[in-house]
């Protein structure tokens, strides 16, 4: 047996629909059930997702649009001076470079500012707006944030600047007084699409400046929907479609010189592209220093500034992942030592010195780690101030549980998965407190063990170039269109072993009847020594082709391997129970011994996990166990194994059977060679075995431990007398078989058992095991039934 990391949950598709439309749209199985799965269950839905061009909404749809649009148009016929006000994510970096685009293509005097994350923190804030207004900025447009600056709208009414907010964060109660707020998740809003990033938001007000759709900005736009983990659907599923196109093919001289020295090939473009190569670069100047620099890079003409900047991103990107790495060891320290997982729901840790700019990181990688709703907060003693990110597992909307703790936060905002927040250290305890009461109301104990969500279960003989070829057609993936996870039920495993040059990652080979598929599993290493070679496997992961020498072929990358059935492992003949003991994972284990004295020789720091069986009564008593066994040596009987076995139920079975001697190898005499010996001793009368013993053996070819054995037998059963060496035959005893003498059955029994547990095959000794153990499972189901 081994055990998945996470709970496997295959979502169920209609076969109807699906049957629908793979007829209709010609299509594999495979892509007519991840479309179903996705919602996608019509045939025009369908056909649109995967094959239409689609048309973006009137941006006027959205509130205030027409307002704003007014309004800038007028300071650009005014020459007022505008501020685009952003923040210092990828998703803000974005956002300002295209509205700083658009206004400059429009004629606009217009500038940006973007707050420092550890000076200023997020959003709108009054030194910022009271240092626009006196350098006589008379709009500021904010993006990507400024939806819960109530204060600050406050503050440049005060002042006589008209402020227009675009944004996409979760709106609170009360909304911040503005000229205009474009928002499409406003309370009373009717635009059609709710799901917009920062970007997107931003986008729709060039849209409706420009007069058209500017296909121009889906290389910037696309960076920020994708970076945001936003819905890849609707509006977002154009922008991220066409922008991943534009990239392949961009003149922005900026993004160029990111992909140079990140070595991106362009025409490899895809969504992962940017979520792991240009987001990260982006985010990690916010993240450490000011995000001024990479709006500066997407908005160059100078290939020598693209190089420079794209240089300094690069290096600060290492730095953030060093800087990351750190913090996440200090934060796992943190949780081990003072908040124990089993003693709350939700984690709230926090330390002097940690960098603000990559906790939101470190959270994430706690959430991994502990699957816990997790605030991460960097103190500030001297202010007396706690800057966090949070993250959290489904079932735990951290917006709303935020909300209710306002009255402490005086800064917070985000979404149900993700927010940050600034608030006192002393009311750090408090608000721990309130959201693990939130926290045990709301989640049971099933919503702690991790989820995957899987789009189908397939068979081997489905998975080929074509179904994955059309597969692509569901791309970009993302948010609500995820890459597709499939289930691998039950095949055999043709090969596996560990790769890398630690070992630590594993390739293997799969096949069900006449198919096959190979796979890689990074990180799974370990995963090898858990699977035996008769073991039937299930699998999950994301379906690829592999081109490698101009040849291609389908291959899963495998994420998780479960076996649902018990498992032998077959170390027979090993010299060493140490080594055996150290490839058997340490929790849940028990070593069995049938001999005290190879305990002592064997194993003798392994005490604690050991357990002696010598009889019957021992052997039974050890019932209802579920773990790992190893059978270190070699049991006295048949029946002592029998009864330690079938009274469990164990994950694996470790056969290791250490014996000393073995009387397999001696020879066990046949009924023949003791109808000779009788013959001999008959014939030749009383003799010396003392003396001739080595001549009767070497006549025979035997050893004269066989002529000791048979005498002994004979003597049990009153077929001889022995006495100071000498054999006489017993003329007169009663015939009997040979299994009356009780050395005859010992040595019968030994050797059966040796040739049965011992110098068995593989598939003998597994069926031996099945035959134990399957029956256990039969009587205890029925008792559970009659019950």
């Not at 009360?174 to 474009?182: G, M, N, T």
Request: hydrophobic share 40%; net charge negative.
């Amino acid at each position: 047996m081994l055990k998945s990391k996470t709970r496997w949950i295959v979502r169920e598709s209609d076969p109807s629909l699906v049957k629908k439309l793979e007829n209709e749209l010609k299509i594999t199985p495979l892509v007519a059930s991840l479309l179903v799965n996705r919602g996608l269950d019509t045939v025009d839905s369908a056909r649109y997702f995967l094959f239409g061009k689609g048309d973006f909404h009137d941006p006027y749809l959205l509130k205030g649009m027409d307002i704003a649009v007014k309004r800038i148009r007028e300071a650009i016929k005014r020459k007022e001076p505008i501020l685009i006000f952003g923040d210092y994510d990828a998703d803000g970096v974005s956002s300002t470079s295209v509205l700083m685009i658009t206004l400059r293509d429009l004629g606009a005097d217009v500038q940006f500012y973007i707050p420092n994350r550890f000076t200023e923190g997020y959003g709108p804030n009054e030194p910022a707006f009271r240092h626009a207004a006196e350098a006589g900025i008379k709009l500021i447009i904010t993006v990507d944030t400024g939806i819960a600056a109530i204060h600050e709208a406050a503050v440049a009414k005060e002042l006589g600047v008209d402020l227009i907010i675009t944004d996409h964060h979760e709106p609170g109660p009360v909304l911040p007084e503005a000229l205009a707020i474009i928002h499409p998740k406003l309370p009373d809003s009717i635009y059609p699409f709710r799901e917009l990033a920062g970007v997107g938001v931003a986008f729709k007000l060039a849209h409706a400046l420009y007069g058209k759709v500017p296909e121009h900005l889906f290389e910037i736009a696309v960076i920020g929907t994708i970076a945001d983990l936003v819905s890849l659907k609707d509006e977002n599923r154009l922008i991220a479609k066409k922008g991943l196109e534009k990239l392949k093919v961009t003149e922005n001289i900026g993004l160029k010189a990111i992909f140079k020295i990140a070595g991106v090939d362009l025409q490899s473009i895809n969504e992962e592209t940017i979520g792991f190569t240009l987001a990260p670069r982006i985010n990690a100047v916010g993240r450490l220093e000011d995000a001024d620099l990479a709006v500066r890079l997407l908005l160059t003409d100078d290939p020598l500034e693209a190089e420079e900047l794209a240089a300094e991103m690069d290096a600060l990107n290492k730095t953030r992942q060093s800087i990351v790495n750190t913090i996440t060891e200090e934060a796992i320290a943190e949780v081990e030592k003072n908040f124990p997982i089993e003693a709350g729901k939700v984690l709230v840790i926090g330390k002097e010195g940690w960098n603000a700019g990559v906790i939101g990181i470190v959270a994430s990688r706690l959430v991994e780690k502990y699957y816990r709703p997790t605030i991460v907060l960097s103190f500030d003693h001297e202010k007396g101030l706690a800057k966090g990110s949070a993250r959290s597992i489904p079932g735990f909307d951290l917006f709303h549980n935020l909300s209710t703790c306002r009255e402490i936060l005086p800064h917070f905002g985000g979404h149900p998965m993700a927010a940050g927040m600034t608030l006192k250290i002393d009311d750090v305890p408090i608000l721990r407190a309130r959201l693990n009461e939130l926290a045990d109301d709301l989640l049971t104990d099933e919503d702690f063990i991790p989820v995957t969500f899987l789009d189908e279960e397939v068979h081997l003989e489905d998975i080929h170039l074509t179904s994955l070829e059309e597969m692509n057609l569901l791309s970009p993936f993302g948010m609500d269109n995820s890459k597709p996870k499939v289930l691998i039920n039950q095949v055999d495993v043709a090969s596996i072993r560990k790769i890398g040059s630690e070992q630590n990652h594993l390739k293997l080979s799969l096949s069900e009847n006449d198919a096959s598929l190979d796979g890689v599993g990074f990180g799974l290493g370990s995963i090898v020594d858990e699977i035996s070679p008769s073991a039937k496997i299930s699998l999950i992961g994301e379906l690829s082709i592999n081109e490698w020498n101009n040849i291609r072929k389908p291959q899963i990358m495998v994420q998780d391997i479960a076996v649902e059935s018990w498992q032998l492992f077959d170390f027979r003949g090993q010299k060493r129970l140490n080594s055996i003991a150290a490839t058997v994972p340490a929790e849940n284990r028990k070593i069995i011994f049938f001999n005290q004295s190879h305990l002592e020789k064997l194993a003798p720091n392994l005490h604690q996990e050991s357990i002696i069986i010598r009889d019957t009564m021992e052997a039974s008593a050890f019932n209802g166990y579920e773990g790992n066994i190893i059978l270190a040596d070699f049991p006295s009987s048949k029946e002592l194994l029998t009864e330690l076995l079938k009274g469990n139920k164990p994950g694996r079975i470790y056969a290791y059977f250490y014996k000393e001697s073995s009387d397999f190898f001696s020879t066990l005499p046949t009924r023949e060679h003791f109808k000779w010996y009788y013959a001999f001793l008959l014939k030749n009368g009383p003799i010396d075995l003392k003396r001739y013993g080595d001549d009767i053996a070497k006549r025979r070819g035997w050893s004269k431990e066989t002529i000791n054995f048979m005498s002994k037998v004979f003597y049990e059963l009153d077929f001889v007398t022995i006495n100071n060496g000498f054999i006489t035959l017993n003329r007169s005893a009663q015939k009997r078989d040979l299994t009356y003498s009780p050395t005859y059955q010992l040595k019968k029994n030994q050797y059966d058992l040796e040739r049965e547990l011992l110098f068995s095959s593989y598939q003998e000794l597994k069926g031996w095991f099945d035959g134990i153990i399957g029956e256990s499972v039969v009587i205890e189901e029925a008792v559970k039934e009659w019950i």
